[in-house]
């Protein structure tokens, strides 16, 4: 047992989340000799693979297709798109040399892969009976961060960054593909329990040469906004600079259309952050590698515990076979029950089968759920179905929680002041009626000390309502946060 | 329907690679604009899935754990052992600028993980009991290669590269990890059906840094060995240098023991270029993206055409709900069957399943085997029973027939002219008997017009055989072929 854990609540959320990640062994943080970049642990792994296979899943039923991509872009390539290249060329890895001789030409770690992806599209695609397109890949991305990076929130190397990129005929279909997309990371994040609010960012804040670019925010537990996911119609941008031409069913002949939407490690950073608590990790249970531990508790009396060990093997087997879920048994005789219960807590297990003499006496188990942090005792018999309803209601409850947090923690306020009050003291994300003007907004974020997160999709209720900066109707909400 | 395809076999082998990766949508080569670098496209990403799943499967029920560590190593790291160093210095790219700064310290794209993996093995096990430790990751590993690039083969991005990385508390234990590496590479290539030999490499060819390097190597269709997956013996290199100790079971203290094994994208070349014949791939059904295709074949009459064609459907959805298999369908009305037959056939579908007027009205389903290019007509109620026997039946004779290939290709000669005439004339594997001196070797591969590949784990049957360079008593064989 170690020093007691920080809180993570507040102003300690960076110590406890510094903290969780080494202590549960999911990320290994600040000891590998590169600043931004970490290490996935074998159990982390574990949670990102669960993570990403539910992504997948909803990827590929909407007819997405996975590829791979070289992970090196020419200087060419990158600077073709004026645009994209000044939004990230101050932030590129440039390999410059193989061995000892130095490139002819400069290479960049991809920072995003809009322009690989877009030039072999040309050569891929030429009539609309190909599209629409949907590519995406799961990949490490680059950036040379100069703010201070923080453990799979802001890194240089971003170890999970899944973009999908897709190619349309027309405006409309790309713009269709954007909704699609808002769609499926929403059901994504809502399988996560990750609650989040989805907000057309401000044209100053879009993606290095999109035509608009929606994200996803949620908040961290010490009320700072977190970008999760973000979509982008890219209009023609991209395929106007590599003259991607398609053969309309029109018969004309235009440049395509295109999205880009991606999601990044960010995504079990706020699984973590939100569901976890002061004793460690809470999995919802379709995210954990481990679902029930089953840990047999000895007697004082060795044949006892010969027995009690017998009959724990039985429940872990009987529940192996009739429930499908993740079970495992730690058998191990050197390590005491209680720091048993310590390792799987901070683990995050969402349930615990605690075996003792008791309950080897009674034929029954006591299940110990990691998340309300209870135990009751129920008969074997029972046990499977039990399993059943229990991880069900576990996985109820940390979504209902999570959203109810967060919710409480949005508000619309109509003066400056209450916005400023309520960004530092009860710390969330605002939304204060805007005249659209982007001068109000910038005056907005210097008042309040929030950084300006966009708008609604869709608004209504601004019956009456006026910008305050300047008095006069507002067209809409702008939302305000202090991020990461 | 395109010009007709090279032939796979003899010299026209490389055209024909190159020709069925791009007719079957798996691998893009020599079109993006870095030299040495390709794409998984859709289809091929499924074939590289499902061989990944495979091994995995293996790694993880043998202890493995899966992990994934960054991508960039720094210099220092990289030249901590010096003759690992060596080996590689030569092939690394470098990076130098972060945006428009130079780096203080260069970073290098990982040519392989050892030092990574060791420096981080040093923080994180001290003891014999976290003992044997067995991680493995799945990355892109890349190489600044002088000599000719091919697609998957010899690459300078190498994007499925799956290195396992042991600690152990003994030189016998991870003795005996080799060879339990040797064992999870056999069951993975046999299930596969690609045949292999397993050679230990001489002294002057093993990994920089090894005691010794075990080696998997296959023939291609031109009678090159390509090796396909090498496990080696670190012993103590990389544990000194980074000072990793281990508190063993005796109490004393000592540098720990690793081993670390991988294999690369020449997986999937072999696959493809083993089973494949002159009309495009030819799948094992374990490795098939789709294992069954019902294309619906059209009447003269438009009434019959809709009724085969819910007919098919109903083929499609029995073979769906009561087999199992990945079973698609195609009902594009546009193209014609003969198309739709070319293109699952360059695809390597295992089964097609034509269904057209006659099947309709007799109630049956034409069966195709990709692999003998036969069909065979059965009743609808004995399709599922018959595609398991098939497909049971294919994966079965592409395994025999791929070894009986590989066996008939290796030749145990007793004179240099033999050998030299075997790998000349009938390319394959020639196995010499051999006194054990290097210099004996070097001029046996001179002779022959072979490269070394090294000597079989264990050996029988040396009575009487002669040295043919030196004429002294032979104490192993030495394997050479010419080689990728």
């Known amino acids: 047992m170690s020093e007691k854990s920080p809180s993570k609540h507040g102003e300690g959320f960076g110590r406890w989340f510094d903290w969780v990640i080494d202590a ?53 390539l990158l600077a073709k798109e004026a645009e994209h290249v000044k939004g990230f060329e101050d932030e590129v890895y440039w390999v ?14 991809r920072p995003t892969s809009e322009v ?31 703010k201070a990076t923080r453990p799979m929130i802001r890194l240089r190397e971003v170890t999970t960054f899944k973009e999908a990129h897709t190619l349309h005929e027309s405006f409309e279909d790309a713009d269709r593909q954007v909704s699609e997309a808002v769609d499926v ?31 996803f925010d949620t908040l961290m537990p010490d009320g700072r906004a977190l970008q999760i ?44 952050a939100i569901h976890g608590d002061d004793r460690g990790l809470v999995l919802p249970p379709r995210y954990a590698p481990i679902q029930v531990i089953v840990v047999p508790i000895p007697s004082s009396d060795e044949d006892e515990t010969e027995r009690v060990w017998r009959y724990a093997e039985n429940v872990y087997e009987r529940v192996s076979r009739e429930s499908g879920f993740r079970v495992e048994i730690d058998l191990d005789r050197e390590k005491r029950p209680a720091e048993k219960f310590y390792d799987y807590e901070i683990k995050g297990v969402p349930v615990r089968l605690e075996v003792g003499p008791r309950e080897f006496r009674e034929g029954s188990v006591t299940v110990f759920r990691r998340d309300l ?51 530092e003291e009860k710390a969330g994300i605002v939304e ?19 950084k300006t997160l966009g708008t609604p999709l869709e608004v209504t209720d601004l019956e ?12 809409t909400f702008m939302r305000l946060a202090r991020t990461y």
Chains 1, 2 share one sequence.
């Open 185 to 215: 990371y929403s059901r994504f994040f809502d399988d996560l329990g990750i609650p989040y609010i989805v907000s057309k960012r401000p044209e100053w804040d879009k993606f290095p040469g999109a035509l608009y670019t929606v994200a």
């Open 229 to 272: 996911g973000t979509v982008h119609h890219l209009g023609q941008t991209f395929t106007r600079a590599f003259e991607v031409k398609i053969y309309r069913k029109d018969e004309s002949v235009d440049f395509g259309w295109q999205t880009s939407y991606g999601v990044s490690d960010r995504v079990i950073a706020s699984l973590i």
């Open 373 to 423: 942090f209870k135990r009751s005792t129920v008969k074997l018999e029972d046990l499977v179905s039990t399993l059943q309803d229990v991880l069900a209601d576990i996985d109820k409850r940390l979504k209902e929680s999570a959203w109810r947090g967060f919710r409480s923690r949005i508000y619309r306020v109509s003066t400056l002041d209450e916005a400023k009050r309520h960004i």
């Open 24 to 76: 549960a062994e999911v990320y290994d943080y600040g000891r590998y000799p590169i600043k931004g970049m970490g290490i996935w642990r074998p159990y982390g792994f574990k949670i990102r693979e669960l993570v990403l296979a539910r992504l997948r899943e909803l990827l590929n039923s909407t007819g997405h297709e996975e590829v791979l991509f070289p992970l090196l872009v020419t200087e060419d």
């Open 116 to 146: 690989a992806i877009t030039y072999m599209e040309k050569l891929w695609y030429q009539s609309y009976r190909q599209l629409p397109k949907k590519l995406y890949q799961v990949v490490s991305i680059f950036r040379y961060e100069t």
């Open 464 to 475: 009456g309502l006026k910008c305050p900066i300047c008095g006069r109707d507002a067209v």
């Open 432 to 450: 204060v009626p805007w005249c659209g003007s982007d001068s109000c907004a910038f005056r907005m974020s210097d008042a309040s000390g929030g």
């Open 96 to 109: 410059t040399h193989g061995g000892l001789e130095e490139l002819d030409v400069k290479l960049a770690l």
